[in-house]
């Protein structure tokens, strides 16, 4: 069987494509690389100061989560988001991580919870509840990178409560930014008498 003469021209133009575009693939994979470098060194020099706010209050569901496990943190989360959607709530993103700050050491304590647009009555299935997180006196900060790396923007956040003469009180909130790799840590304080 012969091949037509358009047949092999369309052949090599079609391969030609194919190597230009492998090309700017690795073209792309390198200025990447490069743009991601400059956003680390970035972040690296820019360690933000904490600052004190005003909580809101906050209404919703979680589910207790070992934080040690990353996978754990994306399965629970599809889990809370499933049951919730199929118990018609709907979400207010983002999501967050709760952190009991009775015991720093204990992961287990940690919570995903999902804001909701309704409360939720009781007990539900799946070991997800109801929960609401009140308003007060906060402190923020915000750490550039993953949650998993935040060791020291909390250890930085718990020195500015201590020299401002703060407790803290309630759950510690690790909120995932929708825009770009940072985390924002809020925890509860209230002020010690001295």
């Known amino acids: ?11 090599d133009v079609l391969v030609g494509r194919r190597k230009e575009i492998e090309r700017l693939s690795i073209n792309i994979d390198n200025i990447k690389a490069r743009l991601e470098q400059m956003i680390n060194n970035f972040s690296e020099e820019k360690q933000e100061e904490p600052e004190i706010i005003e909580l809101e209050s906050m209404s919703g569901i979680y589910k207790e ?4 496990d990353e996978n754990a943190v994306s ?22 991580i709760l952190h009991n700050m009775n015991d720093e050491n204990d992961n287990k304590e940690s919570k995903i919870f999902i804001k909701t647009s309704k409360p939720t009555e009781g007990n539900v299935i799946k ?20 949650f998993f ?4 923007t909390w250890k930085r956040l718990f020195q500015y409560i201590e020299k401002k003469h703060l407790a803290i009180i309630g759950y510690g909130r ?21």
């Open 1 to 11: 069987m012969t091949s037509h003469p358009n047949q092999n021209c369309l052949y």
């Open 65 to 68: 989560v070992d934080l040690s």
């Open 75 to 96: 399965e629970r989360l599809s889990e809370v988001y499933a049951w919730g959607m199929s118990s018609g709530l709907s979400f207010i993103p983002p999501h967050l």
């Open 174 to 194: 690790e909120i995932k930014n929708l825009m770009g790799p940072s985390v924002t840590i809020e925890v509860q304080v209230k002020d010690v008498l001295i």
């Open 149 to 152: 790396t935040s060791g020291d």
């Open 127 to 146: 070991e997800i509840y109801p929960l609401s997180l009140s308003e007060g006196k906060g402190v923020r900060i915000i750490h550039r990178g993953s």
